[in-house]
């Protein structure tokens, strides 16, 4: 819209300078009287600060529909409520609004350079989104952040690629397929434990979860999707492993350059003679040709009938329409699995260890189920024994804290979409531009949805009167829990995360007895998320005491 605008402008200011020099320059001040450029300057200048104004000031504040929705107080002049969002920690800002500001659906707030924006806080307005799909697609700048690294595969495609994408590769996430998986999650874990074990020396020690979980995570993640173990959780210098560590934690450098993209072609920004980018271009590389030689490598086995791994590439390759699909197509499924996948299961995990935390009680639970039914990692080590899908499915009350822990801290607390068109939503005009927040972790707290004890951590709600686990939790809407999401949009690897979850959780609590550093984070309140990045995890990492317990 902003570019149609200046365009508009320029055309009219060539148009209209050409007919005042040439047909009333009396009408002009005598500088500009014969000047074709001059006037067009000047008048170029006056119709772009006119509409800055406008676009900055009076449709934001008064002449929008939008103002006439709820809103919180407050806001700069400027960059309306960005500054609070961005330092107040994913999601939270957003779910104190949810739950301060009386409304019937929608809360209009102003983003950066007053851009607007409204959160939707109801299920029916909620599922007038999730459904309207490919109408509200994700918002251009995410695609900015994270495309040139994830690549357009499931996670940021949009319309009839994204259709065709998921009609193709949703097979191959199939349960029957992570079942088979489970010993590859498994065996990963118990490396993880028997490392820390050892740092430790069988005493207790210090660690921090995220960078564990992520090591962990990554390994799993490439043994998973490609059956190649990339050594993470041996040696933190892996050349993976730190390539997707600095792509994932951007600097300050990245999201300037991300920002000049809302303004500037992205080709031209990713080609800008800068340090980042010349790093960013070797990284990439790096990354997607680790995946094209594992592609090759898998047809090479398929051509030779000798293809015999259990892990996604090996299952996708063997699909009719996979193998139809372009190389650089299935390396962006891949590379989405690889980025978006190890982190989101990284954070995941940290904040299940921090509920363990928080709740010692549930530990021993735990770890009683866990050492019933999984092989402990020397049994694994000295008979081979493996865990299997079949372990888990014997396991409720570990699923129950897993679904609690996503519930209360989504990994991703906020998404977002944004109206291509001026839409109606809920009965109100949503213009062409306005983005679209959706609260997730708002939602998932949600008192109307989820019962008089919302806010209370019970893992208890996703088992049933028999003990058994409860799918829903309780809640009464499909669209009371979006920590994957509903509709076509829906995360297709929600199996694969809990089935790797579990696993890595299992080994953890089965071995350590867990608490925190900084016993101040015992209380909830004291614990500060991160802000200004795609997942919500505790801003300052979580230090944990493990001390090894004896029988397993």
Known sequence: MAILSAKLILVASGALSYVLVQHAPESLPPPLRTSYIGVFASLCLVQFVALFTYAMFLKPFWLSPLTKLPQPKGGGLLNGHFK???????????????????????????????NANVI??????????LTRTYEFPKPVGIIYLVGRVLGIGLVLSEGDVHKQQRRTFLPAFAPRHVRDMYPIFWSKACQAVTNLTYIGNGEQLEFEVGHWASRTAIDIITMAMMGKDFG?????????????????????????????????????????????????????????????????????????????????????VQYEDIAQVSEDGVIDQLTNALGAGHETISVAITWVVYMLCVHPEWQTRLREEVRTNFPSPTELAETGREATASDVDNMPFLQAFINETLRRFPPVPVTARWATNDSIIAGQLIPSGTRIAIPIKAVNWDKRLWGPDAHEFKPERWLG????????????????????LQGTRACVAQVLVKAEMACVVGSWVGRFDLSLVDETLLDEANMKISGGSLSGKPLHGLHVKARVLEGW
């Open 84 to 114: 609070t969002i961005y330092s107040s920690g994913a999601g939270e800002t957003e779910k104190k609004w949810f739950n301060e500001i009386p409304n019937d659906g929608l809360i209009y707030y102003r983003g950066l350079l007053n």
């Open 465 to 484: 009167p028999d003990g058994r686990l409860s799918g829903t939790g309780g809640a009464n809407s499909k669209y009371s829990n979006l920590t994957f």
């Open 120 to 129: 939707v806080t109801s299920p029916e307005t909620l599922q007038e989104v």
């Open 232 to 316: 993470a959780i041996a040696d933190a210098n892996a050349p993976l492993f730190k390539v997707y560590r600095a792509l994932l934690e951007p600097t300050r450098a990245f999201l300037v350059l991300a920002m000049m993209k809302a303004f500037f072609p992205a080709p031209l920004v990713d080609r800008l003679p800068v340090k980042w980018n010349r790093w960013m271009d070797e990284a990439v590389e790096t990354i997607r040709g680790t995946c094209r030689g594992m592609l090759r490598e898998k047809k090479q086995k398929l051509a030779e009938k000798s293809l015999l791994e259990k892990d996604f590439l090996s299952i996708a």
